[in-house]
């Protein structure tokens, strides 16, 4: 299975950029097809998809979050960030079955 | 607007099934697919399997021919069946819209709901 790789915890002030990384054991690209996606989980919420194919902003999600990457590493970065973004923030491959999760990522305000 | 509904037991004795249902309201499980994801205490995610638009299903090679996941068109609802339980089966179950275009990700997710094994 493909593992996904992320650090548990990111701490930013308000107002500032967050960078979230999610390093993949192998590639997750395709040519030029990244699979690797990524979702918000608020506490007591379910997850919402964010970003789809590595840099496509799903719909209704602000343009502050973006997301970068190819081959093994990604990026999701929010920019400025918000009281509203307090949440956990999962990566997602479907380059091959079993799809598989990164553990998450909880940011944090400083 | 797409809505999804997780529904079933809360509890379940070791060695049993686990059944749950999702009911979706706003689109057509004819259409795109729909799948099982759980997440554990400790938080992480497991992708269980999907059933597609024509039938079709895929699962998770580790849970290995203990699920089956299923549907009735006509009640626009598909069902997750988890067999041979045991407390690492303790987890929030979530159904979820799956888009399988150039990869495959969840589109919309229901609200989980939290399924305990235990005697």
């Known amino acids: 299975d493909i593992v996904l790789t992320q650090s548990p915890v990111l701490a930013v002030s308000l107002g500032q950029r967050a960078t979230i990384s999610c390093r993949a054991s192998?590639?997750?690209?395709?040519?030029?097809?990244?699979?690797m996606h990524w979702y918000q989980q608020k506490p007591g919420q379910q997850p919402k998809l964010l970003i789809y194919r590595a840099s496509n902003l799903a719909s209704g999600i602000p343009a502050r979050f973006s997301g970068s990457g190819s081959g093994t590493d990604f990026t999701l970065t929010i920019d400025p960030v918000q009281a509203d973004d307090i949440a956990a923030y999962y990566c997602q491959q479907s380059r091959e079955s079993p799809f598989t999760f990164g553990s998450g990522t909880k940011l944090e305000i400083k | 607007e797409v809505q999804l509904q997780e529904s079933g037991p809360g509890l379940v004795k070791p060695s049993q099934s686990l059944s749950l249902t999702c009911s979706v309201t706003?689109?057509?499980?004819?259409?795109?697919?729909w799948g099982w994801i759980r997440k554990f205490p400790g938080n992480k995610m497991e992708w269980m399997g999907y059933?597609?638009?024509?039938?079709?299903?895929s699962y998770n090679p580790s849970l290995k021919s203990r699920i089956s996941i299923t549907r009735d068109t006509s009640k626009n609802q598909f069902f997750l069946q988890l067999n041979s339980v045991t407390t690492e089966d303790t987890a929030t179950y979530y159904c979820?819209?799956?888009?399988?275009?150039?990869?495959?990700?969840?589109?919309?997710w229901g609200q989980g709901t939290l399924v305990t094994v235990s005697s």
């Open positions: 192998q590639s997750v690209s395709i040519s030029s097809i990244n699979l």
């Open positions: 706003g689109y057509s499980i004819t259409s795109n697919y």
């Open positions: 059933i597609s638009y024509s039938g079709s299903t």
């Open positions: 979820a819209r799956g888009l399988n275009y150039d990869g495959y990700y969840h589109t919309a």
